[in-house]
């Protein structure tokens, strides 16, 4: 055999065994990428459904007050509620009140709501941005509706205008304080033909922060 065919047949061999080689470590590559793949999609799934069957839980304790004052805080509602995650462990000072409904006038079952309620909903978050939510029902112990009366024994406008007349009333609410600007005429008979000088009737609505709406009669003397 010639020195060149046996350089040439060397060569091939060696060129045969690099070839297998790269392949070899490529499939092995490749291999060790999938797996790695595969574990890092299966980890964070895991670890996806842990957190999320692990949200926090809120609880109530005996030093919670149903029964509270209509000038209760929203700091004050907190006091007796607890929140607790498996992870972060105590995590009652992230609790917020997240809402407080308007009053509740009717139950689930249609019948009616003895006392002035409404309901509290309180939210806390832990550090896997699960969310938990409890509710808790509060009755006011010296609740009573807004209040509409005249600045005047005897409301006098000198225009037939709207904002004339709302101006002749106040209304005042034990929650919200003054809400005459939130006075509301529901029925004015502002005709030509009747709103002349002398006496005519009005109605008067307004609506505090808890929903309860309130109606109130009257009447206004125009002076021309």
Not at 206 to 214: A, F
Request: net charge neutral.
């Amino acid at each position: 055999m010639s020195d060149f065919k046996r350089k040439f047949i060397s060569n091939f061999i060696e060129f045969t065994t690099f070839f297998r080689l790269v392949v070899v470590r490529k499939v092995i590559f490749t291999t060790v990428f999938i797996a790695v793949a595969v574990f890092g999609v299966f980890y964070y799934n895991r670890l996806k459904t842990l957190k999320t069957v692990n949200p926090p839980v809120i609880t109530f304790s005996e030093k919670y007050e149903t029964d509270v004052s209509v000038k209760v805080t929203k700091r004050e509602l907190l006091n007796g509620v607890k929140a607790t995650d498996v992870e972060d462990g105590d995590i009652t000072l992230d609790v917020i009140v997240e809402n407080v409904s308007d009053i509740i006038w009717k139950n689930e079952d249609g019948s009616k709501v003895k006392d002035i309620e409404r309901e509290v909903t309180y939210a806390v978050c832990d550090s896997d941005n699960n969310v938990t939510k409890a509710t808790k029902r509060i009755k006011y112990t010296d609740y009573r509706s807004p209040v509409i009366e005249p600045l005047d024994k005897i409301p006098t406008i000198k225009e037939k205008r709207y904002s004339s007349v709302l101006a002749c009333f106040k209304a005042t609410d034990v929650i919200d304080g003054d809400i005459s600007e939130l006075l509301k005429i529901e029925s004015l008979d502002s005709s030509s033909d009747n709103i002349k000088k002398g006496i005519f009737p009005v109605v008067l609505s307004v609506t505090n922060s808890c929903g309860d709406k309130v109606y109130y009669n009257s009447v206004v003397t125009l002076i021309e």
